[in-house]
């Protein structure tokens, strides 16, 4: 079993960075690099959708085109440890960001999520 962890979320305003933090943890967790990231987001009465994702096998990182340019994903397989540096947001990135792991796949359906953390963005 995996647990994630989301972290850093808050309100900003536009044109403003943030940095979201995940933290992996359970009996399975190891090794992390096994796992590919994604980082989901579910807007304010809109269906949960894809933003980013750090492949297992290649280290890959694919993105949305909505975020392609102003999001990096990035991981610490030492550390059970991925992140999403979010630059240049707008209130359209306002948001429940999730993390999810997928083992040893790159299927969009991932085995694992976390609770989420509440983005805000203001104009």
């Known amino acids: 079993q995996v647990q994630l962890r989301e972290s850093g979320g808050g309100s900003v305003h536009a044109g403003d960075s943030l940095t979201l933090a995940c933290s992996g943890t359970g009996r399975t967790v190891n090794p992390w690099n096994r796992y590919t990231l994604d980082w989901f987001r579910q807007r304010p009465g809109k269906e949960r959708e894809f933003v980013a994702r750090?492949?297992?096998?290649?280290?890959?990182?694919t993105y949305a085109e909505s975020v392609k340019g102003r999001f990096t994903i990035s991981r610490d397989n030492a550390k059970n440890m991925a992140w999403l540096e979010m630059n240049n947001l707008n209130p359209d990135d306002t948001a429940v960001y999730y993390c999810a792991a997928e083992f040893m796949m790159n299927t969009g359906r991932p085995n694992y999520w976390g609770r989420g953390t509440q983005v805000t963005v203001s104009s």
């Open positions: 750090s492949s297992w096998s290649t280290g890959t990182t």
